[in-house]
């Protein structure tokens, strides 16, 4: 496995790759490396001949409360389970060769509409800097394709959208949540739950869940559906953040007749901040998660 940490030497390689007709995939991931981070690249694997796996805590898309000094660093940790997993490359920039002139003077990326709603609410400025670096790193690696989580549901259609926007050559896959077995999503910050705090942290998923069962089953009260999961999850000893129904594409509230909707969560508990989501199709309900016990099976 090759580790690189100038953009320069990852465009020789791939370039290399290329000229043999392999098609390249990338893993944008901020390191402490879990099972589903692991599950990307499996997938990766499977579409395409050779995989880049990139680390870089982006500066960019941390507030100045949040916890991008705290946030948990393991590279030597993370370059073993890359190893193993099959990686050929992890692409280790610094923040000098990400933003040469700086965070405060680099040219930025904004994906308006979609990026001001929900974390872009909560987190302003957080998806300008998603978007950003997801575009270097595009230019940087030149992939064929990118995966992405879709625990992070918002920053998926972000990335979608900022693609299609840009008209960049990259085909962008995304991946099922993958969840312990009591069904909490995989998160490099679950880490800051305590014993007691990860012992309540399913509630957010088993919220959601329920908000979507009672709209399959023909609830149409988006309004009191969020209120009452808000108030399930404070009483569970959560602070929430939101509750919110959306259409699943451009995540604006949608009307009653709606069919493809996602039910997206924000909640503090503890020093951790969690998100997850429960996309459904009302006109076929289904469960898009993966289990750990079942990790090669969707719903």
């Not at 320069?8 to 290399?16: G, I, L, S």
């Not at 073993?80 to 610094?94: I, R, T």
């Not at 959560?238 to 959306?246: A, G, K, M, S, T």
């Not at 451009?250 to 020093?271: D, I, N, Q, S, Y």
Request: net charge neutral; aromatic share 6%.
């Amino acid at each position: 496995m090759l580790t690189e940490q100038k953009a320069v030497e990852v465009r020789k390689r791939v370039k290399r790759w290329r000229d043999i007709h392999q098609r390249v995939a990338l893993v944008p991931t901020m390191g402490s490396l879990h099972a589903g981070h692991i599950a990307l690249v499996k997938r990766a694997r499977e579409v395409a001949e050779r995989v880049v796996v990139s680390i870089f805590v982006n500066p960019m898309q941390f507030g100045p409360e949040e916890d991008f000094g705290a946030y948990p660093r393991t590279p030597d940790a993370d370059r073993l389970q890359l190893a193993v997993a099959g990686v050929d490359m992890v692409f280790m920039p610094d923040a000098d060769e990400m933003y040469p002139a700086g965070v405060d003077g680099v040219t930025r990326v904004e994906v308006p509409g979609i990026s001001d709603v929900l974390d872009g609410a909560s987190r302003p400025g957080h998806f300008t800097g998603v978007a950003t670096v997801v575009t270097k790193l595009f230019n940087m690696v030149q992939p064929d394709v990118a995966l992405f989580g879709e625990k992070d549901y918002q920053q998926l259609q972000v990335i979608r959208r900022l693609t299609a926007d840009l008209c960049l050559p990259v085909e962008i896959a995304p991946l099922a949540t993958v969840r312990e077995l009591d069904g909490l999503a995989l998160s490099s910050r679950n880490q800051y739950l305590s014993k007691v705090e990860r012992a309540q942290a399913p509630l957010l998923y088993r919220t959601l869940k329920e908000t979507a069962y009672a709209i399959r089953d023909g609830q149409r009260d988006y309004v009191a559906l969020e209120k009452r999961a808000v108030g399930k999850l404070a009483a569970g000893g959560f602070q929430p953040d939101y509750v919110e129904i959306r259409q699943a594409e451009t995540l604006v509230a949608p009307t009653a007749e709606e069919t493809r909707l996602v039910v997206l969560g924000a909640a503090r508990l503890g020093k951790a901040r969690l998100i997850d989501n429960v996309p459904l199709d009302t006109r076929a309900p289904e469960d898009r998660t993966v289990s750990l016990s079942h990790p090669e099976t969707v719903g």
